[in-house]
């Protein structure tokens, strides 16, 4: 409805009158008001006890602070050496953007800023030569061919042309699913056209979220600011400038299409469910099991110098439930800037436990270097950082076995490797019944004793599949009949002559004491 404001839910008067009828008339206690009021007070309480009293309110400097944080949080996506930018090249920006960054997200997370700088107007301050052409809307998406026109035309006759892109408010926002992660039309057709007449190409990003980007290849860097907060103009400008150092890598991966998404076939759902089948293979988890190429992968990000990972080691190589490992390497700065790398710990369980992801972050650290420079980086772990979320537990578990610490720059680019050992007191349940199987019973250590006992009276040939013949033939048969075997369940050994259909409740039994 035009010129409606929405607002959040929150207190009504006639919600408020409710409460007290309520309370007058005994259907709510006034003890239960009580709590509900005293949550709130104990958080005003809380601020007011614990606020400074010297504290300078200074919005001057609480800018700075927010530009500089913009600047380690940029993500560099990819760079031919253009950036950063010298201050005396021709350069022209094209985009809305530019002017208008979008610097939050929609809906209710809309603030009022005590000001905004634009990458244009931090540009003008410091004298760049800049040129501006709007090229298209930073809230509309509408093809201009006027606008076009006279962004190639610019961009002809500059030496880089910057293309501010990104996603206007109306394309995400809380409350409502975004339906393609294509940026809109106008920005598409503009890059397209843009490349054509400039080899030297580069889109900067302003969005919230992961964008598809098939014109990466064209362009000759990119960098994602995402909704880089009230310094975001003047954070953009010292990244592309050289004045800062882009040191931010990326909390989520970048697909190269929506249809690789992880829960593409099963959202949204019909409207009133989701079925949320992907389970733990979010992410990185899921492109990695399924060995999928990725446009940019979870905790990529680069730099204008470059890093070097070497010497991991562990002060101990043996982990249990109450120790503590620290892994460390040490990370050289090869170039001739200063920079911040930011070094990432993932676990790799590697005992062939079921629905557990190839790797799993557990550990990061961002590093200041000056050039030349090495500096060692530790990250501890404990059992925690091992184990998955077991529900027949009810607690966190990882099994005895050995573990894979992997040390790189981003989870598809790993650059150091070592192992630990890793043993537990903690047993799982292991629930025992006429369906459980074979192959079940021989990986518990409870069970595997007394299940091998009882197929030793076996005459059908099961336990060939252990005997020793190296003959290819007999491989690929003991193969086979060890497959079959392992998946079978204890009913069924009654159907191949291990026991009769008379001692198979026997045999549940007999297991089920193992395990008490």
Known sequence: ????????????????????????????????????????????????????????????ADH?????????????????????????????????FAEKPRYQGGG??????????SALDSAKAKGRNVTYVRGFSSTEDLVENDEIAKATKAAQEAEIAIIFAGLPDRFESEGYDRKTMALPECQLKMIQEVVKVQPNTVVVLHNGSPVECPWADQVSAILEMYLGGQGVGEATDQLLYGEANPSGHLAETFPYKLEDNPSYLNFPGDGKTVDYAEGIYVGYRYYDKKKMPVRWAFGHGLSYTSFAMSNIRVD????DDDGKVTVSVDVTNQGKVAGKEVVQLYIKD?????????????????????????????????????????????????????YELLIGDSSDNILQCTEISFSTRKV??????????????LADERTAPCIREIMSNDHSGFLGANEKDDSPEKAVSNEMLAAMVNGLPIKSMASFGIISGDEIDSVVEKLKACVK
């Open 64 to 96: 700075i602070i927010a530009t500089n944080m913009e600047t380690e949080c940029a993500v560099l996506l990819q760079n031919n050496g253009i950036l950063p930018v010298s201050p005396d090249r021709k350069v022209c920006y094209i985009g809305e």
């Open 316 to 319: 101990q190589n043996t982990l």
């Open 1 to 60: 409805i035009a010129g409606l404001e929405l607002e959040m839910p929150g207190p009504s008067d006639q919600n408020a009158k409710r409460i007290v009828n309520a309370v007058k008339a005994g259907e709510l206690e006034e003890s239960k008001l009580d709590t509900c009021v005293e949550r709130i007070l104990k958080v005003i309480y809380s601020y007011v006890e614990h606020r400074d009293p010297n504290a300078v309110f200074d919005r001057d």
């Open 350 to 402: 590697k005992n062939g436990t079921l629905d557990r992801p190839e790797k799993e972050l557990k550990g990061f650290e961002k590093v200041s270097l000056n050039p030349g420079e090495t500096k060692t980086v530790s990250l501890c772990i404990d059992a925690r950082a091992l184990s998955y979320y077991s529900e027949s537990l009810q607690d966190w578990f990882a099994p005895s076995g050995t």
């Open 108 to 117: 209710s997370s809309h603030i009022n800023s005590s000001k905004v700088t």
């Open 428 to 441: 799982l349940p292991l629930l025992i019944d006429r369906t459980t199987t074979i192959g079940e019973l």
